[in-house]
């Protein structure tokens, strides 16, 4: 794990990969964790457990290699915080994966980027604006028409992928501050480091089960595609600006159709395409939004 510098592994076209490629790889995480709790019966929690344990044995021969130098920082606090804020996310969306259709689960956790708008004005006073605030008016609408909780079909274990896009929300918006000053690897190993003992007490508390076979060999390959999805993801955030790669963050929502396709024969459903299509173009209107303020900013400087 080393930060790219110079060449091919730098700039805007290598954090447009990167982030395609942690889409991918979140997108396999995601039918593996789908099957192994709903299909296989291991509770959520200690599916979240193992996926990041895992993860960490995997990084360990790499933190052993790199030594303390490794986890030289002096924004610990931060890192806490997105620990905190990560470890709530995750275990509200093994827990929704494990109750609801992957295609909605992915649909409706892509309303994170207006839970990012709402956090950034609240906690670093940004400053918001009319499209901004009309396009998380629509996404959060485009969230209402997949949920449809005025039908019967609706249960409440649809809402928790809304819940963890809220916390994963503001892990990005840590995220984003911690790269300015912090190595991509660190970022990742420290996050590792800080979700494992507090899954770990999730997991027990929830009875503590050790996967076996098939579950296990399914949690040992999310573990090993969590942890270079969260590196691709650093990776393209710290390459170019987050309206640039956020575009590419919506392929996601494909690649997890495809997967729960694939693998489950799920199928989305009518009221997913109008939905989807307009919490993808109001991410699409935020962006826009973005770039001209960029512009802006470049032409008076």
Excluded at 248 to 276: E, M, Q, R, T, Y
């Amino acid at each position: 794990m080393t930060s790219p510098s110079r060449g091919a592994f730098s700039g805007p076209l290598f954090a447009a990969l990167a982030m395609v490629g942690a889409g991918a790889c979140f997108a396999l995480v995601n039918g593996a964790l789908q099957a192994s709790t709903m299909q296989l019966g291991v509770p959520s929690t200690s599916a979240a457990f193992w996926q990041y344990a895992l993860g960490l044995l995997i990084a360990l021969p790499w933190v052993l290699r790199r030594g303390l130098s490794s986890l030289k920082t002096r924004q610990l606090g931060w890192h806490l915080m997105r620990a905190a804020l990560a470890v709530v996310g995750i275990q509200l969306w093994v827990a929704g994966l494990a109750r609801v259709e992957i295609w909605q689960a992915i649909a409706l956790v892509m309303t994170s980027p207006f839970f990012v708008i709402i956090g950034a004005k609240l906690f670093f006073s940004e400053k918001v604006g009319v499209v901004r605030w009309l396009a998380t008016v629509a996404g959060f609408s485009g969230g209402m028409i997949i949920l449809q909780p005025w039908t019967e079909a609706f249960h409440w274990g649809a809402v928790l992928p809304v819940a963890a896009a809220a916390f994963w929300a503001g892990t990005s918006l840590v995220t984003k501050k911690l790269t300015a000053t912090e190595r991509a690897d660190s970022i990742t190993v420290y996050l590792l480091l800080l979700l494992t003992p507090v899954n770990a007490l999730l997991a027990l508390g929830d009875g503590g089960i050790v996967p076996s076979g098939n579950a296990l060999w399914l949690l040992i390959g999310a573990g090993v595609l969590t942890v270079v999805a969260n590196y691709l993801l650093t990776l393209a955030y710290k390459n170019a600006d987050a309206t640039f790669v956020q575009p590419f963050d919506h392929l996601k929502l494909p690649l997890n159709i495809a997967v729960g396709f694939l693998a489950f024969g799920f199928a989305p459903s009518g009221a997913f395409w109008p939905g989807a299509l307009v919490i993808v173009g109001a991410s699409l209107l935020v962006m826009l939004d973005e770039q001209k303020r960029s512009t802006a900013i470049s032409r008076t400087a």
